[in-house]
């Protein structure tokens, strides 16, 4: 069965700092791979995603990410956050062989700013 | 063009009662995803629709959870009987179709007192 580890969860980072969010998938086939973020009593907003092609995708928000097969991970960064940043942000496969079409997530990671 | 739509936001329902969640998708999307999310934790696949077809429901519990789309009118979520274990934001996404990015709404808040 599919799964997604998010090992942090919670991070502190200062505002301005670089960010990178951990992810690490387990599938066997090739996965399609979301970020999206959550702010309090929100829905989720999709900040990008990878389905196939060049592994390093650029989302929304000065977001990007990168597909490593080798490690499957897929971590998010941001070269420097800012205080608006501060939300839960969920990693997320879904199954690319068509049928079976929920994505299943991550617990998610909290992202704190300091000022 | 109007997102995802969810309604009630929060709802209310004492143990024994029966709760209606309600998800209307976005236009021109036929393809409907529920999603339950506990306190601290990420969201839980519950079932997947189409106009009139339940595709899949491996994530639904066995029993008192039931989910439609009807040709005309949104999507229902029903919960019969609930129980405190039930309290959680339950998500709605929908899809232009199969392996399309899923567009999610705001949630429903389910509290059962």
């Known amino acids: 069965a599919q799964s997604v580890t998010q090992p942090d969860i919670h991070i502190t980072v200062s505002e301005g700092a670089s960010l990178e969010l951990r992810c690490n998938y387990s599938?066997?086939?090739?996965?399609?791979l979301f970020w999206y973020v959550q702010s309090p009593g929100q829905g989720l907003q999709l900040l990008l995603k990878y389905f196939s092609g060049d592994t390093l995708v650029q989302g929304i928000k000065g977001f990007e990410a990168e597909f490593k097969r080798s490690q499957s991970s897929f971590n998010l960064r941001k070269p420097s956050v800012h205080w608006s940043d501060a939300a839960e942000y969920f990693c997320a496969v879904k199954y690319s062989g068509g049928g079976a079409d929920g994505l299943t997530f991550g617990k998610g990671t909290h992202l704190i700013i300091q000022p | 063009n109007a997102g995802v739509m969810q309604n009630p936001r929060h709802l209310v329902r004492r143990r024994g009662q029966e709760a209606r969640l309600r998800c209307s998708p976005m236009k021109g999307h036929s393809h409907v995803y529920w999603y339950r999310q506990l306190p601290e934790e990420g969201l839980k696949f519950m079932v997947y629709l189409q106009k009139e077809n339940i595709i899949d429901e491996s994530g639904m519990p066995k029993e008192r959870f039931s989910a439609e789309f009807p040709k005309e009118g949104p999507s229902i979520l029903r919960i019969q009987q609930v129980v405190r274990g039930d309290s959680a934001a339950y998500f709605c996404?929908?899809?232009?179709?199969?392996?399309?990015?899923?567009?999610f709404g705001p949630g429903t808040r389910l509290t059962v007192l």
């Open positions: 599938y066997g086939a090739t996965p399609y």
């Open positions: 996404a929908s899809s232009l179709g199969v392996g399309d990015e899923q567009f």
